[in-house]
C-alpha cells in the first residue's frame, strides 16, 4: 500500500521569501499595473469557482469564526463602529458571511468591496462593490476606511526564471500605499488566508512581519491541516498602522 508523505518545510520556504526591491522602481511598477488590466485576470474565466457558485474560497464556517475574532478583537479595544475597504472580493460572499457575523457586535458604517472582475453576485444593500483593481482601489477609498480588508488574494510567486509573473504584486502595492497613506490614524490591515504562501505574494509574509511601519497586534489559527501539496495554515493577521 502506498503512503502519502508531506512536506513539512513548504510553508517555512515561501516565508522565507524576500520581495526584490526591485519592485518598487516606478517604471516596474507602471507595467505590473498595466498587465493586471491586459491579462487573463481580467476574465471570470481565470476564477471560475467564484463565477459560478456563490461561495467563499474558504469553507463558510471558517469566514465567520475569522469574523468572530476579528469583532472580538474590535470590540475590544472599545470599537462601536467601523468601515472596510475589502480588495479582491471576488463574488462578495465571504464579504456577506464576514458582514453579518461582524455587524452582531459592531456598526457597520461602509462595507466597500472591490475586484478586478464584475463576477454575478448576491449583495445586499449594504455592501457596494465597485470593478476596480486592487490599487485604484485603495487610491479612491483608502482614505476613508478603517480597515483594509484582504481575504485570500490570489497565490504568486513574482519571477518564473526570467518572467515576471503578470498576476502578482497588486496586494504588496497596495498594502504599501495604504500604510503610507494612513500612517498614525489608527487604522488596521486585515489578512484572512496563508499569507504569502497559498494566499498573496511570494515575499509578503516578511514584508508585513518585519515591516516598522506597522505593528502584528492580533494572529490567530483558523484551519490548521495538510492537503495533497503539504501543510495549510489559514490565520487570520490583524495589523495596526503605526
Ligand atoms: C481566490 S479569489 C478570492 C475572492 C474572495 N476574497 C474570497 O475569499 O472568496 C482572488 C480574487 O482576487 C481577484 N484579483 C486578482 N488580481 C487582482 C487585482 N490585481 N486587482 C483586484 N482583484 C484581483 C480575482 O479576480 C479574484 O476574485
Known amino acids: ?33 498595466k498587465q493586471w488590466n491586459e491579462t487573463l485576470i481580467n476574465s471570470a474565466l481565470v476564477n471560475s469557482h467564484q463565477e459560478q457558485q456563490p461561495l467563499p474560497t474558504l469553507p463558510i464556517k471558517i469566514v465567520e469564526y475569522a469574523g468572530d475574532i476579528l469583532k472580538n478583537y474590535l470590540i475590544s479595544l472599545g470599537k462601536k463602529e467601523i468601515s472596510v475597504l475589502e480588495v479582491m472580493s471576488g463574488n462578495c460572499s465571504g464579504s456577506r458571511f464576514l458582514h453579518r457575523t461582524i455587524s452582531k457586535g459592531l456598526k457597520i458604517n461602509e462595507w466597500i468591496c472591490t475586484d478586478i472582475i464584475d463576477f454575478t453576485k448576491t449583495i445586499k444593500e449594504n455592501i457596494k462593490f465597485h470593478k476596480l483593481d486592487g490599487l485604484k482601489a485603495v ?53 484572512i488566508g496563508e499569507l504569502g504562501a497559498s494566499d498573496g505574494t511570494e515575499g509578503l509574509y516578511k514584508y508585513m512581519l518585519s515591516n516598522s511601519k506597522i ?22 493577521f490583524i495589523f495596526s498602522i503605526l
Open 139 to 191: 487610491e479612491q477609498y483608502g482614505n476613508c476606511v478603517d480597515i483594509l480588508l484582504l481575504m485570500c488574494p490570489p497565490p504568486n510567486q513574482i519571477f518564473d526564471g526570467n518572467h515576471v509573473n503578470p498576476m502578482s504584486l497588486c496586494d504588496y502595492y497596495l498594502m504599501n500605499d495604504f500604510i503610507a497613506m494612513n500612517k498614525g490614524k489608527n487604522k488596521f490591515i486585515v489578512f
Open 215 to 236: 505593528k502584528l497586534s492580533h494572529r490567530q489559527m483558523l484551519i490548521s491541516s495538510y492537503n495533497q501539496f503539504g501543510p495549510i495554515e489559514k490565520e487570520i
Open 1 to 33: 500500500m502506498s503512503k502519502t508523505t508531506y512536506s513539512t518545510t513548504r510553508l517555512r520556504d515561501e516565508r522565507n521569501a524576500v520581495i526584490n526591491p526591485i519592485v518598487d522602481l516606478k517604471e516596474f511598477r507602471e507595467i505590473m499595473v
